[in-house]
């Protein structure tokens, strides 16, 4: 079975700042790796995904995250939060002959103007 | 293309009562999936559709719940004699083509409450 971890259920960060959100992901076979945003009152966003292309994944709104194996970690990090980049993030892992994506419970980011 | 779209968005009903919900994916996405989210907690699958034929239903849809795609196009599921429980937003998302990872597109919601 797959499941991802998702530590830290809020974040704070001054606007400006790093954003850096952890996700550590389980499964027994490759996975395909995901970060949604979810705005108040909004359906989920895809932000980015890995599928066994570049470790390195670049996603919208200057998003990126690494897949790094040996951690079993796909954590999403920004350079420079923006006031509009408060919302909720879910990680989220599925493979190959699954037939859904299983959510991490999510990290609330709130930026301190 | 207009995205996904749920109706209702919200409905408040009383326990014991049925509710139906409608999902209208992104047009030719031949692949449609209902999740349930509870507050706090991240999405969890219940069900999913390719084209018109029901291929996987979650432990989490007990009897109560049906779902149906007549025709491969709109989606509804049905809650028979609502529990408190089953107070959570329930979520539709389609996609296209054949892989789990192409990337589902999400509805807004249908944020039921049951009193």
């Known amino acids: 079975a797959q499941s991802v971890t998702q530590l830290g259920s809020h974040v704070s960060v001054s606007e400006g700042a790093l954003v850096l959100l952890r996700c550590n992901y389980s499964?027994?076979?490759?996975?395909?790796l995901f970060w949604y945003v979810q705005y108040p009152n909004q359906g989920l966003q895809l932000l980015l995904k890995?599928?066994?292309?570049?470790?390195l994944v670049k996603g919208i709104n200057g998003f990126e995250a690494e897949f790094k194996k040996s951690e079993t970690s796909f954590h999403l990090t920004k350079p420079s939060a923006h006031m509009s980049d408060a919302a909720e993030y879910f990680c989220?892992?599925?493979?190959?002959?699954?037939?859904?994506?299983?959510f991490g419970t999510g990290t609330r980011l709130t930026v301190i103007p | 293309d207009t995205g996904v779209s749920q109706d209702p968005r919200h409905k408040i009903t009383k326990r014991g009562q049925n509710v139906t919900f409608r999902c209208d994916p992104i047009?030719?996405?031949?692949?449609l999936y209902w999740y349930r989210q509870t507050l706090g907690q991240g999405p969890e699958f219940l069900t999913y559709?390719?084209?018109?034929?029901?291929?996987?239903k979650s432990r989490l849809l007990s009897d109560r719940f049906s779902a149906e795609r007549p025709k491969g196009s709109f989606s509804t599921l049905e809650i028979q004699r609502t529990e408190q429980g089953d107070s959570a937003m329930y979520l539709c998302?389609?996609?296209?083509?054949?892989?789990?990872?192409?990337?589902?597109?999400f509805g807004p919601g249908t944020r039921l409450t049951v009193l």
């Open positions: 989220a892992v599925t493979v190959t002959g699954a037939n859904n994506l299983f």
């Open positions: 890995y599928t066994s292309a570049a470790t």
């Open positions: 559709f390719q084209n018109e034929a029901q291929l996987e």
């Open positions: 998302a389609s996609s296209s083509g054949t892989s789990v990872s192409n990337e589902q597109f």
């Open positions: 047009s030719e996405h031949n692949r």
């Open positions: 499964s027994s076979v490759p996975p395909y």
